[in-house]
């Protein structure tokens, strides 16, 4: 038995003794080949000089949005504009839709519908455009389920003098004027990062659970995660990346396997999905890992060197019991009717004339100047952050 905690020690001082800080990591695997764009470090934070690293904003390309053919001109009308995203009847796109029934109130010559299937099916989505375009609207907002099929039916709305803005989920770029990213790869990393920071410290050590290594948005997140790391914070530590596969059990297993295998030497876990971050949340409240402040709710009462931080991206409703019970403190997402909110004062712009090819901003109400990005998208901003504090006021 003496001999068997001898080689757990021996493994586990091995184990910290190798793992490379997150700066030293070569670029990582699932990466692919675009330049990453690491933020401004938080104040008091001093930054280091990668090699190799691109500290540049990003190029602004010129506009490769579409364009309407014959639109009426109804600079200051009012305008009745139908709402088709991938699905109605959850909360996420009830949220979309309450900012944008917000937005057309306060601008006060905007009416909006919301319409579409009850499941995320494409070939329904494009019956539902279909259908609006013959009737006849003067705009289409919309989030896609599939990227391509839907745009030769949106190019036949621009073709019909209607104007289309998408969010959440675009289609190709030529079959919309403007599309509402929610949030871009280094604005994710970033508040990702920082928070993660504020938990366990600019030298904590931390695992990844993600999808896959070839999910194309999660990969992204982490490249960029990586640069900002070796950009603002050298002294973390990164011991491993592993896959859960968008199965949420098997992300609760990966997470006690890494728990097991590094024990107090790890400090935080990213979950990268709406499914891995729930699945590693319930692994590390089942091994009574919270921090030691959560002794009070019930939820276990570590000592400090063992406590394991969970930050992640998810929705609201998803995470709520683990930040209810303090194991979680920082969700990662956005807003959501935020998104809906600036989509129909893009529309507006659109048809006043306000926001063209050449325009680099826009105008947004309450959400003020939003940025032009990638040639035709308008950028919601950082994501938004839930915490105990504001979480019981979304529903999604």
């Known amino acids: 038995m003496k001999k068997l905690f001898i080689l757990v020690v021996v493994v586990v001082l091995a184990l910290a003794l190798s793992a490379p800080t997150f700066a030293q990591e070569e670029r990582w695997v699932g ?5 990453t764009h690491p933020l401004d470090c938080p104040e008091g934070v001093t930054p280091v000089e990668m090699e190799g690293m691109t500290e540049e904003p990003m190029a602004a390309p010129e506009y490769n949005g579409g364009a309407t053919e014959g639109a009426p001109d109804l600079a200051g009308q009012p305008i009745t504009l139908i709402d088709v995203p ?4 959850i909360g996420y796109f ?3 839709t309450l900012g944008q029934q917000q937005a057309a109130e306060e601008l006060g010559n905007v009416t909006v519908t919301t319409d579409g299937p009850t499941e995320g099916d494409i070939v329904q989505q494009i019956e539902f455009l279909e259908r609006y375009i013959t009737q006849g609207v003067d705009g289409i907002l919309f989030a896609a389920n599939d990227p391509v099929a839907i745009s030769p039916t949106l190019r036949d709305a621009l073709a019909q003098g209607i104007h289309v803005v ?3 989920a675009g289609s190709e770029p030529d079959a919309r004027e403007w599309f509402v990213n929610q949030a871009e790869f280094n604005g994710i990393a970033k508040s990702m990062v920082d928070s993660m920071v504020a938990e366990i410290g600019a030298e904590g050590r931390f695992a990844i659970v993600t999808s896959s290594f070839t999910a194309p948005n999660q990969a992204r997140w982490i490249a960029e995660m990586q640069a900002y790391i070796a950009h603002c914070y050298p002294t973390l ?11 949420q059990q098997l992300a609760f297993q ?4 890494l728990i097991q295998k590094y024990g ?7 979950g990268m999905s709406s499914v891995a971050f729930p699945g590693a949340a319930d692994a590390v409240q089942q091994a009574s890992l919270c921090t030691p402040d959560d002794a009070a709710d019930g939820v276990g009462a570590p000592d400090a060197d063992s406590a394991v931080s969970i930050v992640g991206l998810s929705t609201p409703n998803q995470m709520k019991p683990f930040v209810e019970n303090g194991c979680v403190e920082s969700v990662v997402l956005w807003n959501p009717i935020d998104l809906g909110y600036a989509a129909v004062y893009a529309m507006r712009a659109i048809v006043d004339g306000e926001l063209t090819p050449e325009s ?17 998208e308008i950028l919601l901003g950082l994501p938004f952050v839930y915490t105990e504090e504001n979480i019981g006021d979304f529903d999604f």
């Open 31 to 35: 990466a692919d080949d675009a330049p």
């Open 254 to 257: 990966q997470t006690q396997a």
């Open 86 to 89: 991938k699905l109605i009847g």
């Open 166 to 168: 998408g969010y959440d």
């Open 264 to 270: 107090a030497e790890l400090d935080g876990v990213f």
């Open 94 to 96: 009830n949220a979309t």
């Open 237 to 247: 530590t990164w011991l491993e990346t592993v896959e859960s596969q968008e199965d």
């Open 360 to 376: 680099t901003s826009l105008e947004s109400g309450r959400l003020g100047t939003l940025q032009v990005v990638n040639g035709s």
